[in-house]
């Protein structure tokens, strides 16, 4: 039996992981070990580990960061605390492979301890480009520290292969978010208004705007142009998610209390949805908006269509029903017309996807069934 330490840090990477930590813990090949971290500690964003905890999963370690704040000093230094704390849970934990997703803060101190211990790393969502975020960057390095590494769609195993990686240890997967819509049992629409205490109008917008922290403070003047845009809809029914732990993500936040405190008869705010009660909502939506990977990966799966705003997401494969615009008020009018455009509507429902088919968890399992690591040293392989 091979432990298998899976890490995560954010209620959304834990809602994709999901379905890799049951298939784990199911499966008597693997000893399941869950590190938990980042935001799910964090009071202001949740304490999301309890639902964690609430799914059935045992947490074996709890790693805090103790981030206080949404500065670059404040990150930088939650990414030391989380280090130090994950070299003592590699240290008790043992694990015989890592398993972490994407490119957070908290991911890259688990990727850097993991390393530096010697243990072998699997990477999800590795070799895709967001050239709006230092996210970029954190991913790249990612992939450096990592031993298999298990992408979404081929470009991004090319790209993989690009940065040194041989070829026999990248696989495209697909795009694990889509297995849980594949195989979750929704809400239907009356349990879902339950689930929020909130009414659903003729129109609906799902909003998830995060900052992008490449760029100097434009947090605030971007989301008051999509606010403002927003203020223009009638008859419609607002739902906030609110950001992550990113640089000047409390901004946002505020920006959002003070707008539902306002607007209370069309606006509700949630910290986290959770996975389920996200990924209902989608069916119920009209258009999806904001800068969310989300919008790139999930909402495409439900024909419906996302308005992807400024350069977070740039770089990234855009299905048909992803609508890029600027972030300022008259293109985000736009593309919130096109969004309601009954022919472009219409035109998603014969949108393939080209991000998988919702089998990745298999096809990961599978492969790390049938790898055998000995060493973590690796050739760079040159094209």
Do not use: W
Not at 106 to 135: F, N, Q, S, V, W
Request: glycine residues 6%; proline residues 3%.
């Amino acid at each position: 039996m091979r432990n298998v330490t899976v890490i995560t840090g954010t209620r959304a990477e834990y809602g994709l992981l999901k379905p890799l930590i049951t298939a784990l813990s199911d499966d008597s090949e693997f000893n399941l070990q869950l590190i938990v971290t980042g935001m799910h500690l964090s009071l202001d964003f949740g304490c999301t580990y309890k639902q964690i905890e609430a799914d059935g999963f045992k947490i074996d370690k709890k790693v805090y960061d103790n981030l206080i704040g949404d500065t670059a000093t404040d990150i930088t230094k939650a990414i030391g605390t989380a280090m130090n704390g994950l070299a003592d849970a590699f240290e008790d934990l043992n694990p015989d492979l890592v398993v972490i997703l994407g490119d957070r803060s908290e991911i890259l101190a688990a990727a850097t301890a993991a390393m530096i211990k010697g243990l072998p790393i699997a990477h999800i969502h590795g070799g895709e480009t967001t050239e709006g975020a230092y996210d970029e960057g954190i991913r790249h390095a990612i992939t450096k520290m990592s031993y298999l590494h298990f992408t979404s769609a081929e470009p991004y195993r090319k790209r993989v292969i690009q940065l040194g990686e041989t070829p026999n240890r990248v696989f495209n997967v697909g795009a694990i978010g889509i297995d849980s819509i594949k195989n979750l049992k929704l809400l239907s629409k009356t349990e879902f208004e339950k689930s929020i205490s909130f009414k659903l109008n003729k129109k609906n917008i799902l909003i998830t705007f995060h900052p992008v922290t490449l760029e100097k403070a434009t947090a605030k003047t971007q989301f008051n142009e999509l606010l403002k845009s927003l203020d223009a809809i009638e008859e419609a029914t607002l739902i906030f998610t609110k950001p992550n732990s990113d640089k000047d993500g409390r901004i946002i936040i505020e920006m959002i209390d003070d707008y539902v405190t306002r607007n209370r008869d069309k606006a509700i705010a949630f910290i986290s949805l959770g996975q389920l009660r996200y990924l209902s909502a989608l069916q119920y939506m009209d258009v999806v908006v904001g800068n969310s990977s989300s919008g790139v990966y999930e909402v495409p799966i439900f024909k419906k269509p996302t308005i992807n705003i400024g350069d977070r997401q740039k770089g990234r494969l855009m299905p048909k029903s992803v609508i890029n615009c600027e972030p300022n008020k008259i293109d985000i009018n736009e593309a919130l017309i096109k969004a309601f455009d009954l022919d472009f509507v219409s035109s998603l429902k014969k949108q393939g996807n080209i991000y998988g088919d919702g089998t990745a968890t298999k096809k990961i399992l599978d492969i790390l069934k049938t790898t055998k690591i000995e060493s973590t040293k690796k050739t760079f392989y040159d094209l």
